[in-house]
């Protein structure tokens, strides 16, 4: 996956907050090695019985667990997006997951959506076609 050359900065979590990003980061290290179906197969699973999360919710999950983990802050887009997902999921939320990829130059990404907006993406995604995605279960509007 494509990711930006430098490293995102978070702000440092409390030692006693840091225990379920780390949990999310580290399971997400593991489910990242499944094939890519299988991988959506398994977060459509996880997602079901959850409301959806607000932006400002994906987001404060971004960040913890870029705060936590050198991988998610920089070259594992992949394992940063589920981390997220699964963070958001152990409070009952879900956000959207999607991968894609562009052509001109060649890139594949993955990142989290609340209501069609990137969450805390750096650059221009709409470049980016999304092939995989995990959408909320949960039709009603986010607010």
Not at 35 to 39: D, I, Y
């Given at each position: 996956m494509t990711t930006p050359a430098v490293a995102e900065q978070a702000p440092r979590l409390p030692l006693r907050r840091q225990l379920a990003p780390r949990c999310a980061a580290g399971a997400a290290r593991?489910?990242?090695r499944l094939?890519?179906?299988?991988?959506q197969r398994v977060l459509r699973v996880v997602?079901?019985?959850t409301r959806p999360a607000t932006y400002t919710e994906a987001a404060r999950a971004r960040r913890a667990v870029v705060?936590?983990?050198t991988r998610c802050a920089g070259l594992g887009c992949l394992q940063r997006s589920?981390?997220?997902l699964l963070l958001c999921r152990s409070r009952g939320k879900w956000a959207d997951w999607c991968t894609g990829f562009r052509t001109q130059p060649f890139g594949a990404h993955a990142w989290v959506e609340v209501d069609g907006r990137p969450v805390?993406?750096?650059g221009e995604l709409s470049v980016?076609?999304?092939v995989l995605a995990v959408r909320c279960p949960d039709g009603r509007s986010r607010s």
């Open positions: 593991l489910l990242v094939p890519p179906a299988r991988l997602s079901r019985g705060s936590v983990s589920v981390a997220t805390d993406e750096p980016f076609r999304t």
